[in-house]
């Protein structure tokens, strides 16, 4: 099945613990991104990525790193997480320029 | 940077009825325009979209209509059902420059059955 895998669903961590959340696409996709979600701002986009070793930053890219060794996995890194993180992030890919993402389920992260 | 704007935040209509969400976008550039359909608790979902070469496209009960020189485009919904209601997303991007959409900040419909 064409899919885009993040994990975790779900994670609850600490102020400035590093974490790392993954993402993988198994449809051979150029495109990959990034965005959070917050309630009244619709998604936003942190990084994309237009192919391996090729990214670019979205419009919040503060406070995030991403990485794009292979093609299928996008990880998103947080390296000192803070409160204002706390948030729903969807990883996307999509198969060219001009055509839509196909989202994974998303990650619901919470600071603390 | 790009800017979308989306009208209206929330909206109700009784099922059968139709239903018209409008966005507006701040940079002639952008060229491409994806909806987006996101049940609760779900991932968004591409519905349609529609180019800059393009003034209208349907796909059975949802059509997109697209003024460029005014700079907006609208989601059309006709004969609403009860499993229409989610919130949807409109965004902007320049499809010749990666893909950096730019999303609308949603807008809730309700379906009254």
Same mark, same amino acid.
């Given at each position: 099945?064409?899919q885009?895998?993040?994990?975790? *669903?779900?994670?609850?961590?600490?102020?400035?613990?590093?974490?790392?959340?993954?993402? #993988?696409?198994?449809?051979?996709?150029?495109?990959?991104?990034?965005? *959070?979600?917050?309630?009244?701002?619709?998604?936003?986009?942190?990084?994309?990525?237009?192919?391996?070793?090729?990214?670019?930053?979205?419009?919040?890219?503060?406070?995030?790193?991403?990485? *794009?060794k292979?093609?299928?996995?996008?990880?998103?890194?947080?390296?000192?997480? #803070?409160?204002?993180?706390? #948030?729903?992030?969807?990883?996307?890919? #999509?198969?060219?320029?001009?055509?839509?993402?196909?989202?994974g389920?998303?990650?619901?992260?919470?600071?603390? | 940077?790009?800017?979308?704007?989306?009208?209206?935040?929330?909206?109700?209509?009784?099922?059968?009825?139709? +239903?018209?969400?409008?966005?507006?976008?701040?940079? /002639?550039? /952008?060229?491409?325009?994806?909806w987006y359909?996101?049940?609760?608790?779900?991932?968004?979902?591409?519905?349609?979209?529609?180019?800059?070469?393009?003034?209208?496209?349907?796909?059975?009960?949802? +059509?997109?209509?697209?003024?460029?020189?005014?700079?907006?485009?609208?989601?059309?919904?006709?004969? =609403?059902?009860?499993?229409?209601? +989610?919130?949807?997303?409109? +965004?902007?991007?320049?499809?010749?420059?990666?893909?950096?959409?730019?999303?609308?900040?949603? =807008?809730?419909?309700?379906?009254?059955?």
């Amino acid at each position: 099945e064409a899919q885009v895998t993040q994990n975790p *669903r779900y994670l609850i961590t600490v102020t400035g613990k590093k974490l790392t959340v993954t993402c #993988s696409q198994n449809m051979n996709h150029e495109y990959m991104s990034w965005y *959070r979600q917050d309630p009244g701002l619709g998604l936003r986009q942190i990084y994309y990525s237009m192919n391996v070793e090729v990214t670019d930053k979205g419009d919040v890219p503060e406070g995030y790193k991403v990485s *794009r060794k292979e093609k299928r996995n996008f990880p998103l890194i947080l390296e000192s997480p #803070s409160p204002n993180q706390t #948030s729903l992030y969807f990883c996307a890919s #999509s198969v060219g320029q001009g055509i839509g993402y196909t989202f994974g389920s998303g990650t619901r992260l919470t600071v603390v | 940077g790009e800017n979308v704007e989306q009208h209206p935040s929330t909206l109700s209509v009784q099922e059968g009825d139709s +239903a018209v969400i409008k966005c507006t976008y701040s940079d /002639s550039a /952008s060229n491409y325009f994806p909806w987006y359909k996101q049940e609760l608790g779900k991932r968004p979902q591409l519905i349609i979209d529609i180019r800059s070469n393009v003034g209208e496209k349907k796909d059975q009960r949802i +059509a997109v209509t697209l003024n460029k020189t005014a700079k907006h485009f609208s989601l059309h919904i006709t004969e =609403t059902q009860p499993e229409d209601s +989610a919130v949807y997303f409109c +965004a902007a991007s320049m499809s010749n420059y990666g893909q950096n959409f730019v999303f609308g900040p949603g =807008t809730r419909l309700s379906v009254l059955p």
